[in-house]
């Protein structure tokens, strides 16, 4: 099988016989494309009143003027006869006609424009027949169509969900070969370009291959590829008499249930919701569907902190309320700490209907934080956590190559607050102890003038009473924590219990001893940076996996070492007879990302911050690309279909892991 090297767009026909072409009816002229420019890579483009022509393309394809008479003359017709990116020539061109039925033969369900090496782009109007929708838009019971209810972002979420349900898992493929699929969703829904809606149609991007012999193409089944099956999905996907009303309109409202309870959180004093019902563990745990056996428990809210809400479709439903400030989460191992702590990590997305966790919502900006050796910071005041190092270096502008465990965790609650985290996680089993907590023996046998980390424990009190960022812990042997916390909720047997009282109990009778700090704990980070243009000298960043970038920095970048703590304690760059490479981005820390078009997202977000090299701060540089469109991101050549909208949060903690990243306090 032959991977098709071309992206085919289909646009709106329903009503019009032939040939509208991303709006452009007869007697107009279009010569460019995107962002108003010409179409990337040297494409020229002109729309004639009856057809397209291709003047030139720079990958290697080119397109010559054939024969076959379209409906409507000759002048938008093309004759495929060489295709060098997929080792076409002549003899394996497509069959008499196919080339012209490109532009005509599937109307009126949708046109196909050959116009770039991504994949395919099927568009149409699935909502044209349907019934008008009817949602709450806000608490003041204000209604409204599905196109004025729910913003054009979740809209793209319930179509890009709903696309990849009716593709039947994503897609098509023939025994013989060849093959169209979709951008995967998983469980949790999110806004991509893999389907995209506006007020005239929904648009599908896939990706195809071309069933070959070799590297022969087979033009026969190709043909019927094109014009049989690709047909077929999109009457099956894209036309709304072939969806599943029910399941469409489900699945809307439960994307407007979510938000509108995660909006309502803050005005709660909660930081996370979790119904009664939610199924929280998963198959495995490499595995996010839902576990189903007849051994789930399923989830129950404690009556101490039950929390009653009423949503826009569901009405009211109960859960557990997780309040503002320091919560534990304890209990025996193996008792579904983690589980629940997980749940709560994903709970700043919105989930599909059977998920489990559609009534598991958790404050939009919540971080997880982890213990992460070897990682690379960058000029970072880690003074409330680490300071007084020996030999006199400063930790005002901290900077290293190789973070050990517990720097790694304080650079990392600086980076989430710098960019206004409210709510940070943290599971016992991936934190440093020693950043944890240290005991009172350990205080006896070295003093704190002699220990330069002010372990969690000493500051996390303040995080919720100075900074405003609450904090959800799972503790499972670090007793301590016990005088610190707001809340203590114990779980046994997978079910949750208030064990506040007997944990305050317990602290009276046990006392301990928790340092004060020396120092405040002292502004948020507010640094600048800069991603140099030479990131992207040789190629632009890409994604290689859900938590790995390849970057192809210029020479002269890649012969920079690392910044290392200089005896001023700033971020220095020192030359080396012999440069270490860093050619990937490791983001497999950052537990929170959950599908690699994410990461694919931050990948293009990365080029577009080198093509402006102006110092910003990191809030800025964050919120410019996250306010971006996704398909304004920067796509190679031309319009992107794998990529979804990471949370600013990632986006922020990305870039703090680049080493070529130019910092400064």
Not at 41 to 64: E, H, K, L, Q, R
Request: glycine share 8%; aromatic share 6%.
């Amino acid at each position: 099988m032959t991977k098709l090297a071309v992206v085919i767009a289909t646009i709106v026909a329903s009503t019009v016989s032939a040939y509208p072409i991303y709006g452009y009816y007869p007697g107009s002229t279009q010569s460019t494309y995107h962002n108003s420019g010409a179409y990337d890579n040297g494409v020229s483009s002109s729309i004639s009143p009856y057809g397209t022509s291709y003047n030139s393309w720079n990958d290697g394809f080119s397109a010559t003027q054939g024969n076959y008479a379209t409906p409507y003359g000759n002048a938008g017709s093309s004759s495929y006869n060489q295709w060098s990116n997929n080792a076409w020539s002549n003899s394996y061109a497509f069959p008499h006609g196919l080339a012209a039925a490109f532009w005509w033969a599937l109307n009126p369900l949708f046109q196909l424009l050959v116009f770039d090496p991504k994949g395919l782009t099927l568009a149409t109007d699935p909502l044209s027949n349907a019934p008008e929708f009817t949602f709450v838009e806000d608490d003041t019971g204000a209604t409204g169509t599905i196109g004025a209810a729910v913003a054009a972002a979740k809209k793209a979420m319930v179509a890009a969900k709903m696309v990849y349900m009716a593709m039947a898992s994503g897609g098509w493929h023939s025994a013989k070969g060849g093959d169209v699929a979709i951008d995967c969703p998983g469980q949790e829904i999110l806004e991509r370009t893999s389907a995209v809606i506006s007020d005239r149609m929904v648009e599908a991007r896939l990706t195809a291959g071309l069933p070959a012999a070799g590297r022969t193409i087979l033009a026969s089944a190709a043909q019927r590829m094109f014009l049989e099956t690709l047909p077929q999905l999109v009457e099956r996907a894209l036309m709304y008499r072939s969806v599943d009303s029910q399941t469409m309109h489900a699945l809307a409202a439960s994307v407007e249930d979510q938000e509108y309870l995660r909006s309502q959180l803050k005005l709660l004093s909660l930081v996370a919701f979790i119904g009664n019902g939610a199924v929280l563990p998963r198959v495995s745990g490499v595995s996010n569907m839902p576990l189903e056996t007849n051994t789930v428990v399923r989830f129950r809210a404690p009556p101490e902190l039950q929390v009653m809400v009423e949503l826009p479709n569901q009405g009211t439903v109960v859960g557990m309320g997780i309040r503002q400030g320091v919560t534990l989460i304890c209990g025996g191992g193996f008792n579904g700490k983690s589980t629940l702590l997980q749940a709560i990590e994903r709970g700043v997305y919105n989930h599909a209907p059977g998920d489990g966790r559609e009534l598991v919502v958790t404050d939009a900006t919540a971080t997880k934080i982890k213990a992460e050796e070897g990682r690379f910071v960058c000029s970072t005041d880690i003074r409330p956590f680490i300071n007084n190092l020996p030999l006199g270096k400063t930790t005002d502008a901290f900077s290293t190559a190789d973070a050990s465990g517990s720097t790694s965790m304080a650079a990392s609650i600086q980076e989430a607050v710098e960019v206004e985290a409210s709510t940070l996680l943290f599971d016992e089993d991936t934190c440093a102890t020693n950043f944890l907590v240290r005991d009172g023996r350990m205080q006896q046998l070295v003093s704190q003038d002699c220990e330069p980390i002010t372990p969690l424990v000493s500051r996390v009190r303040e995080l919720w009473e100075a900074k405003g960022v609450s904090s959800i812990m799972v503790i499972g042997g670090c007793g301590d924590y016990l005088d610190v916390a707001d809340t203590v909720v114990s779980m046994h047997g997978y079910v949750p219990s208030d064990a506040t009282e007997k944990a305050k109990a317990i602290a009276q009778c046990m006392p301990v001893v928790i340092e004060i700090p020396q120092i405040k704990y002292g502004p948020a980070l507010n640094r600048t940076i800069i991603v140099p243009k030479e990131l992207a000298a040789h190629k632009p960043p890409k994604a290689k996996t859900r938590w790995s970038i390849a970057l192809f920095p210029s020479d002269k970048l890649s012969s920079l070492a690392p910044p290392t703590i200089s005896d001023a304690g700033a971020a220095t760059h020192e030359r080396t007879d012999e440069p270490e490479v860093f050619p990937e981005l490791d983001l497999t820390a950052l537990d929170q990302l959950v599908s690699v078009s994410q990461t694919r997202a931050i990948a293009s977000m990365l080029q577009l911050a080198t093509q402006n090299t102006r110092r910003r701060t990191m809030r800025s540089l964050v919120s410019d690309m996250c306010t971006t469109a996704l398909g304004d991101l920067p796509a190679g050549h031309g319009v992107a279909g794998n990529l979804a909208r990471p949370r600013g949060i990632e986006v922020a903690l990305a870039i703090n892991r680049l080493r070529y990243a130019q910092i400064q306090p």
